[in-house]
Antibody
């Protein structure tokens, strides 16, 4: 079964930075779109960013554009999210998510999530 | 406030049908057939139930069906079962501030 394991979350002060990682296994990582989706405690899902299988196409939600950077290392089967200038409203569980089949706009497998808390 | 509007909750008895609506605009739901639905049980990751408005991924029972009219997409669950209880989220491609937008989620209770 597909495995996605996030790491790197934690408590950070407003204005600080964090780098999330997602280790992928049991599928051909280099063939799929990958996304980050977040969910604030008790709230709904919010799409954050996506990256094409070969890294040639990247998109961000306006709320994180200019502050977050998505990247991937297909040799290491790892997805990253560099988060800078963090704000309280970025507090959420961040999920690493695989794109469904060849589609860039649907999601099938999700990691267990990593909690990011932005607070002083 | 989510980009797409869903009812906070719906309920139904086992065997009945329920419909969950998802209302957007011509910039998302109404303008594209890239609507999907996700089921989430407490403490679990979301599961893709419907994509391309009305298609089923492999393994999803055909009791779940999707449709769209204008700016509103709908998920209908027929023959309700206890295991259908959970939160349901719609999602659409959007040509504005966020490439993909979710609804706020609907809690389905099976009475």
């Amino acid at each position: 079964e597909v495995q996605l394991v996030e790491s790197g979350g934690g408590l950070v002060q407003p204005g600080g930075s964090l780098r999330l990682s997602c280790a992928a296994s049991r599928f051909t990582f280099s063939s799929y779109w990958m996304h980050w989706v977040r969910q604030a405690p008790g709230k709904g899902l919010v799409w954050v960013s996506r990256i094409k299988s070969d890294g040639s196409s990247i998109s961000y939600a306006d709320s994180v554009k200019g502050r977050f950077t998505i990247s991937r290392d297909n040799a290491k089967n790892t997805l990253y999210l560099q988060m800078n200038s963090l704000r309280a409203e970025d507090t959420a569980v961040y999920y690493c998510v695989r794109g469904y089949s060849q589609y860039a706009v649907y999601f099938d497998y999700w990691g267990q999530g990593t909690l990011v808390t932005v607070s002083s | 406030q989510s980009a797409l509007t869903q009812p906070r909750s719906v309920s139904g008895s086992p065997g009945q049908s329920v419909t969950i609506s998802c209302t957007g605009t011509s910039s998302d739901v109404g303008g594209y057939n890239y609507v999907s639905w996700y089921q989430q049980h407490p403490g679990k990751a979301p599961k893709l139930m419907i994509y391309d408005v009305n298609k089923w991924p492999s393994g999803v029972p055909d009791r779940f069906s999707g449709s769209k009219s204008g700016n509103t997409a709908s998920l209908t669950i027929s023959g309700l079962q206890a295991e259908d209880e959970g939160d349901y989220y719609c999602c659409s491609y959007a040509d504005r501030y966020s490439l993909l937008v979710f609804g706020g989620g609907t809690k389905l209770t099976v009475l």
